[in-house]
């Protein structure tokens, strides 16, 4: 993930590569193109599996260095639909290293989920301007020292040496730097497919990566280099996006969006346009993070706390918007090689509704069975003939928030196995959520306990002014500028725009009468805060002090 702002200037150089020769000139070196291999290989521009299909990456990043308990992560990423993950592992020069025993059972949970892995070394992270990064150099002889756990591996695993090995000091050094990183891990034997990062903190805004590829892959004797650009503020706009990732098309070198999310702190990069330009051109996407970010970029968490069950907004932009990873992905065929599996699992149990309040539903049903594993189930929201995604989830139980009160809400699931075979949709529950709040029984008091540049902590106390206890609420509002939330306790808060919803937390969905329950929060903002002056509560009107 990049850390550091880059600089707002971007240099122009045209890309002048002349590769038909350059590949005439690989056929020519060593071993010929048709000598049987194992392992992902590069042709033509395109990552192949050894069996000759073509391989798009679809999806996310996992901070695996920071959070080794989190290995069940894997699985939560497969049940939303994911082909492929990108760990952060650690050299140990930075953080905890992540010795060979780590690493081999990283790679197995990754196969037992049938899961792509790119294996990254996070200790390169802004060389020449991060206190304590490490070279590439160093990061390649993290690899030899866990090849043990590697070799043979070739089919499921890539190697990414290292990532965003140069900050905005010295990065004209990377292309020496990432030529010789690759030669050293060739001749220790390593036959994978390697993934190299950009500099500039994996965004390239110098461009030195692009313009400097062709001869990186041709220093790979064995052409099999693929390219990973990092796309956050640098590439806000669809002309950015557009452009750089059709030089790489164009010239038939290989290329990643091997990080990007919805925000950050150098700016607000267009992840619609990465997205889309990205399955137009059949590329591949890792979205930066699973869950655990900190240092301010907590709205980076696809799901909260872990819990696959709590989509973020932008978990659930990635998993299942449009072009997202739900829609695009295909399981790689090394997992359903020897025939594959076409046999989709049995219908999922008629989901039974508890806990309805006026804003969720718990829904749980019977498991569905399949001969390879059911990996993951979608809850779907029926209206007529039409179906709206509602959550994903590994387990036989799903909390649907946001809904709205008074309402008849009906919902149906579906399972999918290890293959990406979809079953037949369940029998179909309808629950009618309760009224919630009238106009006059709630209140709200919104007010800023602290600030500091860019951000400010807040505070939500919401009033029962009814005369019945309130059971389940949902609390929504429009912040007037452009705050956005980072964190919240007290509940759980999705963001879209300048638009905030609260769904209750469970120790505090109940307001008794005259009650109140407290939310606190911290979030992003510009130079100006105003406060909110508009609240919802189910629905209905709050009043503001």
């Known amino acids: 993930m990049r850390r550091q702002t880059a600089p707002s200037a971007r240099r122009t150089a045209a890309v002048a590569v002349s590769l038909l020769a350059l590949l005439l000139s690989f056929l020519s070196l060593g071993t010929p193109a048709q000598a049987a291999r194992t392992g992902f290989r590069v042709e033509n521009g395109r990552l192949l599996e050894a069996s000759g299909n073509d391989f798009v990456m679809r ?41 060979t025993a780590d690493v081999a ?60 090995p140069y900050g905005n ?46 001869s990186v892959f041709a220093a790979d004797p064995d052409a099999n280099t693929v390219f990973s650009i990092h796309m956050y503020g640098v590439f806000d706009t669809a002309a950015e996006i557009t452009d750089y990732l059709n030089r790489f098309v164009t010239a038939k070198l290989p290329i990643v969006v091997g990080e990007f999310g919805h925000d950050h702190s150098d700016g607000n990069p267009d992840e619609d346009t ?9 590329l591949g996407y890792l979205g930066w993070s699973w869950s655990g970010n900190g240092g301010g970029v907590e709205y980076l968490d696809m799901v909260t706390n872990f819990d696959p069950n709590q989509l973020t907004p932008w978990g659930h932009r990635l998993f299942n918007g449009a072009n997202g990873i739900a829609a695009t992905a295909k399981e790689a065929a ?19 509704a508890s806990g309805v309040t006026s804003s969720s539903v718990t829904l749980t049903w019977a498991a569905a069975t399949d001969a390879t594993g059911v990996t993951g189930y979608d809850v779907v929201r029926i209206s007529g003939g039409t179906e709206t995604a509602a959550t994903t989830t590994a ?72 005369t019945s206890a309130i059971n389940g609420w949902t609390l929504r509002w429009t912040f007037p500028d452009s705050q956005r939330i980072t964190n919240l306790w007290g509940g759980t808060a999705t963001q879209s725009g300048s638009e905030v919803s609260v769904a209750a937390a469970s120790y505090t969905a109940t307001i008794p009468a005259a009650g109140s329950v407290t939310l606190g929060f911290t979030a992003t903002r510009a130079t100006a805060n105003p406060s909110p002056t508009a609240f919802t509560l189910n629905g209905a009107d709050c009043s503001v002090s």
Not at 339 to 347: E, L, Y
Not at 417 to 432: E, H, L, Y
Request: hydrophobic share 35%; net charge neutral; with cysteine.
């Open 334 to 352: 090394i997992y359903s090689s020897g025939g594959g599996d076409t046999t989709p699992p049995t219908a999922p149990g008629t989901p039974r």
């Open 169 to 214: 000091t010295n990065y004209a050094a990377w292309t020496a730097d990432t030529k010789a990183a690759i030669q050293k891990l060739r001749g220790a034997g390593f036959d994978h497919t390697i993934m190299v990062d950009a500099p500039n903190w994996g965004q390239d805004w110098a461009f030195t990566m692009r313009d400097n590829a062709a």
């Open 59 to 99: 999806g996310v990043n996992h901070a695996h260095t920071w959070y080794a308990d989190r290995i069940s992560s894997l699985a939560h990423i497969k049940a939303k639909g994911a082909n492929t993950v990108r760990v952060v592992l650690s050299s140990g020069d930075r953080w905890t290293r992540n010795d």
């Open 105 to 164: 059972n990283v790679v197995s949970q990754c196969k037992q989920n049938r899961l792509i892995c790119v294996l990254e070394v996070h200790d390169t992270t802004g060389y020449g301007e991060q206190s304590g990064a490490v070279t590439l150099s160093r990061a390649a002889d993290y690899w030899i020292s866990v090849q043990s756990a590697l070799t043979g591996q070739e089919d499921y695993v890539i190697v990414n040496i290292g990532n965003e």
């Open 274 to 282: 990465i997205l889309a330009v990205a399955q137009q051109l059949r």
């Open 395 to 466: 387990t036989t139980t799903a909390t649907v928030t946001g809904l709205s009160p008074a309402t008849a809400h009906t919902f149906a699931v579906y399972a999918r196995d290890a293959a990406g075979n979809r079953s037949p949709r369940s029998g179909t529950v309808t629950v009618t959520t309760s009224p919630g709040g009238s106009p006059s029984a709630c209140g709200v008091g919104y007010r800023v306990t602290s600030s500091w540049p860019g951000g400010f902590q807040g505070e939500i106390t919401l009033r029962n002014t009814g």
